[in-house]
């Protein structure tokens, strides 16, 4: 195994931004990253009904029914089993929510829980709030996406995803996916449905994302560990 990815080699990411190196793929992403939060400041000059509407119901299909449902539950914990077809469609709505495709996104997920609020930790709390929600992702040492993806190849960790076709395609054309459903966006209701459609969209999403996957998580662990204790007392 390369040394640089074994996962037992701790390595601390550097934690300025003036002395990391960059990879082509990180300076794609901050691009990325700049020109949606670029395109916000044209929100509030765009906005009607039809755009709104679009923003909500995107908003649902692609965070709810894409990443906390598909991704989140049913591919990187295999919470449930459903049919192909609606496995398929659910992640599908996924890919839509800008937050990368499923087997990228799975086997991150998985290493953090394999490695949780360590250094090997892909997004560590331990490096601090910025670096864990947001800037984890542009870091070549332990956390960009070119590194992270080297990882966890090595570690085999989505190996139930890349066996599928459809997984593999994803992967593989991601990025013609939401720029196709921007351009469709636009036709349908020019730059408002665009800009609400998709950049706002997908800003909102990842902030709302998050804050509410701190507080869910705290609710759903305490209800689940109070619903055990209620049914064990009533088993007795």
Excluded at 140 to 160: F, P, V, Y
Excluded at 197 to 202: A, E, L, S, W
Aim: hydrophobic content about 45%; some cysteine.
């Amino acid at each position: 195994m390369d040394a640089s990815r074994d996962p037992n080699r701790i390595v601390k990411p550097p934690m300025s931004f003036g002395k990391k190196r960059w990879t082509e793929i990180d300076k794609r992403v901050a691009f990325a990253f700049f020109v949606l939060h670029f395109l916000c400041i044209f929100a509030p000059f765009q906005i009607n009904r039809g755009a709104l509407s679009i923003c909500l119901a995107l908003f649902i299909i692609t965070g709810l029914f894409g990443i906390t449902i598909s991704y989140h539950r049913n591919l990187s914990h295999k919470s449930f089993k459903i049919p192909k077809w609606l496995e398929y469609s659910f992640a599908y709505c996924g890919v839509h929510a800008f937050q990368g495709d499923p087997i990228n996104w799975v086997s991150t997920h998985r290493y953090h829980h394999q490695f949780v609020d360590t250094e090997q930790d892909p997004h560590s709390p331990i490096h601090g709030f910025w670096f864990s929600y947001i800037t984890w992702f542009l870091y070549e040492s332990n956390g960009s996406i070119s590194e992270m993806i080297g990882r966890h190849r090595k570690l085999d960790n989505a190996c139930d995803l890349e066996k599928q076709t459809f997984y593999r395609f994803i992967r593989e054309t991601y990025v013609l996916h939401p720029i196709a459903l921007a351009l469709i966006l636009y036709g349908i209701g020019g730059f408002p449905y665009f800009i609400w459609g998709t950049v706002k969209r997908k800003i909102t999403s990842v902030i709302v994302y998050l804050i509410s996957f701190t507080y869910i998580s705290i609710w759903y662990v305490n209800l689940i560990d109070y619903f055990q204790v209620f049914t064990s007392i009533f088993k007795k």
